[in-house]
């Protein structure tokens, strides 16, 4: 049976572009907020997303308005700095200075470039530019335009970040140890003071002046990056949590050298700057290690990636490195390797473990004909095959690119928290600036400093701005682990509330792989010839039953014929001439509509469709020939998985192109209750639209291109992997494999995620909703105001961690 492909999907063409940008010198909430909002301001920004937690600014603009220099530089002038990174090339053909100057004067050109730098001598270029606005391919391309080749010389392979981390961690660690060392003999002075405020005397006291240096040290090197940080900010039109780092601790620190200068040698607070200033900078240095165990999913799918591969050139195998395979290239792997990049089998047969990919477990057979998907794992023979996707192409580098896109999304949830956020600063101070105050016109200077000082201390936006896009980089990264890739944050948090599941039945529910079962002759030919003739008519279709029809003929090695006139008409079938007759092949619909008599066929075809088997008729010049009966096979795991959604609450519902008898017997085989039969293509989003007019939240799964529309329409829409690429660019999530317990997954993946998401906001919210009112009250000791401070948001994501101990069903 044949169906209409001729589905087009029409793009509208527009000038948008969209760069996603490394911040630098982000501390809280308040600073994500702030640039968002200022890069909105921007003319021709359409959207701007600022994640806390992967530091990166992500911008949609009309090109033809706005350019990334102007973006950088709305940054910039928030008080924050963009993240540069740089290559070096080498560079063949250059025979004198205006060659060199020649590529420099290019490169500096290439949008996005910010330094460039050409050395004759050594025939090399370093270049720094701004990732996102511009790439290691566009500056090839800039000097092969200039006339020179070039490559690159240690090309990045993605641990930039992981460095960048890492001298960050190693910085503040760094800065920890002073301030610990510092705090030491203020702790033992503490003590002292509080054995002699309980009568037992006093046993150790500083001098103000030595005070006075060791805090120094750590207000000014310690801390010295919030005084920065506080400073960009300000002049940016901006507060954040450095600014109140600042003003808490520089409070305390002025307040004692005042004191200090004018001799008195009483009520000072050195030790409260010291100590409070140390323990934000642990808490800093826990944030950047937890925050690093969160996108350990990309490290891991970076880490699949194949170092070389073996390639024929010249009838000679030969190890180049990853990045020089070509399309084309004729890649030779031997048992136990890892294949480099995706192509297709042209000589050999094997078995792939593929799981790095789709998690599962089973490795699967590769014969000639078959693709292979870069870092799988060839198990067995060995094979040669053609590189058809390499570099930034490959199935692994476009899933790497959707999950680092999924993890900078926002969830619609982190909304409230961004509002938040945004005010939160401002109305600190305000508390801070009330509360001394009043303390002071009540109890006196000395306290109101102090409780002001607790306020400004204990206040941290950095646990609400967390909250969300930790959870958010573990979940996804999580579901990529397993099969599951989620191509956003609203998806992820939409899937959670999905109260209809909608599968289509080919391909889906069943393997997609249907037999021909039965022959019912109705006129002079043999069956052989029944078969014969439909397997020519439908060799133009692209659907699974037509492909059935012609499997089943080669396997009886008939010859087809030629055809002439096919025409598929969606939801009845095909019609062709063969030989010069007419031929139709279809059901019901199709022959009523050409007038041919089917009243002696319709009983069999009951039985039949009964049986769960798809039930065609075919007519030949006018008159009925045979029923040709198909039969697909239900996939494994289909029956569980339905079951698994109901027991989720979850209506699940199976719609098809089907008669209402053969899709009623599938519907029974696998548990479903509600079927949708008999459903033209195009119907198929109708019918989507129809469940969310009676409230329901509805995700659509299917594998085929008649199913985008529907995956568009729907809620969620879930493509299965093996499907086509019309369907997967339709979804909001994408199965790796066929396997329906993804969907499960999915659905517990995006409940756990959320439940970490409200955990996170809930104790952050509580946290500053308790302890700011307690330390405008005066219950709070500013230096226990720093540690709780610290441990907040190390809270928030250690929290979040635990959902990386999150596992599929299977």
């Known amino acids: 049976m044949g169906v209409d492909t001729n589905i087009k999907v029409q793009h509208k063409m527009t000038t948008d572009e969209s760069v996603s940008l490394a911040i630098t010198g982000m501390t809280c909430a308040a600073c994500a907020t702030r640039i968002e909002k200022n890069i909105s301001k921007v003319p021709g920004v359409h959207k701007a997303n600022v994640n806390l937690a992967t530091e990166k600014a992500v911008v949609t603009f009309n090109s033809t308005e706005a350019t990334v220099e102007d973006i950088i530089e709305k940054v910039k002038k928030t008080g924050y700095g963009v993240q540069e990174e740089k290559v070096k090339l080498n560079i063949n053909g250059m025979t004198c200075a205006a060659c060199a100057t020649r590529i420099e004067k290019g490169l500096n050109k290439v949008n996005g470039v910010t330094t460039a730098t050409v050395n004759l001598a050594t025939e090399k270029a370093s270049v720094g530019y701004i990732p996102g606005s511009t790439n290691v391919e566009k500056l090839i391309e800039s000097v092969k335009k200039a006339g020179y080749d070039a490559k690159v010389i240690g090309e ?23 301030g610990a060392l510092i705090s030491i003999p203020f702790l033992i002075m503490m003590i002292s003071d509080f054995a002699m405020e309980y009568g037992n005397g006093g046993f150790y006291h ?11 040290i750590v207000q000014f090197y310690v801390g010295g990056h919030y005084f920065r940080d506080a400073y960009n900010a300000v002049r940016g039109g901006s507060a954040n949590m450095a600014v109140l780092v600042v003003l808490g601790t520089s409070a305390a620190y002025l307040y004692s050298l005042v004191v200090t200068i004018m001799g008195t040698g009483q009520f000072l607070y050195y030790e409260a700057a010291v100590i409070v200033m140390t323990l934000i900078v642990l808490g800093k240095l826990l944030e950047i290690r937890a925050k690093g165990q969160t996108s350990e999913a990309i490290k891991k799918l970076m880490g699949l990636q194949a170092k070389t591969a073996r390639v024929i050139r010249n009838g000679m195998e030969i190890d180049i490195p990853l990045e020089d395979v070509e399309s084309g290239d004729v890649i030779f792997v031997r048992a136990g390797e890892k294949i480099p990049v995706d192509g297709i089998i042209i000589e050999g047969s094997t078995s792939v473990d593929e799981s790095m990919l789709t998690g599962e477990s089973m490795p699967v057979g590769k014969k000639v004909g078959d693709s292979v998907i870069g870092a799988t794992v060839n198990k067995h023979g060995s094979f040669k095959f053609k590189a058809t996707k390499v570099g930034k192409d490959t199935a692994l580098s476009q899933i790497i690119k959707l999950v680092e896109e999924a993890q900078g999304s926002k969830a619609p949830i982190q909304q409230v928290a961004d509002k938040i956020s945004g005010v939160f600063v401002p109305i600190v101070i305000l508390i801070a600036l009330a509360t001394f105050g009043l ?132 939801g009845h079938g095909i019609q062709v001439e063969i030989n010069d007759q007419l031929v139709l092949i279809g059901n019901k619909k199709l022959m009523a509509k050409n007038n041919i008599e089917i009243y002696d066929a319709l009983t069999e075809m009951e039985k039949l469709e009964s049986e769960g088997k798809t039930a065609m008729l ?121 396997d329906l317990m993804g969907i499960v997954d999915t659905i517990r993946l995006s409940k756990s995620t ?26 709070l000791n500013p230096i226990l105001a720093g540690g709780a401070m610290a441990f907040s948001s190390v809270s928030v994501v250690g929290n979040t961690l635990f959902l990386r101990k999150w596992k599929p069903v299977r």
């Open 439 to 570: 303390t002071y016109f009540l109890v006196g200077f000395t306290p109101g400093l102090v409780s002001a000082i607790a306020v400004l201390v204990i206040a941290c936006p950095c646990a609400l701005g967390l909250a969300t896009p930790t959870a958010v980089m573990v979940g996804t990264g999580k579901g990529a682990e397993n099969g599951l890739l989620i191509k956003g944050a609203e998806h992820l948090q939409n899937s959670q509330r999905v109260t209809t599941v909608i599968l289509d039945k080919t391909g889906t529910i069943t393997k997609g792989e249907p037999n021909v079962t039965d022959i019912v002759n109705y006129g002079n030919f043999s069956n052989d010839k029944i078969l014969q003739i439909a397997a020519s008519a439908e060799k133009g279709s692209e659907h699974p039953l037509g492909e059935a029809i012609v499997n089943g003929a080669k396997q009886k090695e008939l010859q087809l014929q030629n055809a002439h006139d096919f025409n598929a008409i969606p």
């Open 754 to 779: 959320m439940r970490k998401i409200r955990q996170n906001l809930f104790w952050a919210f509580a946290y500053n909703v308790v302890l700011i009112p307690v330390a405008a009250l005066g219950l």
């Open 618 to 738: 075919m007519a030949i010049e006018g008159s009925l020939a045979a029923i040709i009966a198909v039969a697909d096979t239900v996939k494994e795991t289909s029956a569980e998985a339905i079951n698994a959604l109901k027991e989720l609450g979850i209506e699940v519902i199976m719609i098809t192109g089907d008669n209402q008898l053969t899709a009623e017997a599938i519907a029974k085989q696998v548990g479903v209750d509600r079927v949708f039969a008999e459903v033209l293509p195009e119907d198929k989003s109708a019918e989507v639209e129809k469940l969310k007019l009676e409230g329901k939240v509805v995700a659509m799964v299917g594998d085929g291109i008649n199913d985008a529309p529907a995956l568009a329409a729907a809620d969620v829409g879930i493509a299965i992997g093996t499907g086509t690429d019309v369907a997967m660019e339709a979804a909001d999530i994408t199965l790796m494999r066929g």
């Open 206 to 216: 500083m001098n103000p002046w030595i005070q006075f240096l060791l805090a120094t």
């Open 156 to 178: 990045d392979d993605g641990d930039y970040e992981r460095s960048a981390r890492e001298k960050s961690y190693k910085t503040q660690k760094n800065k920890f140890i002073v």
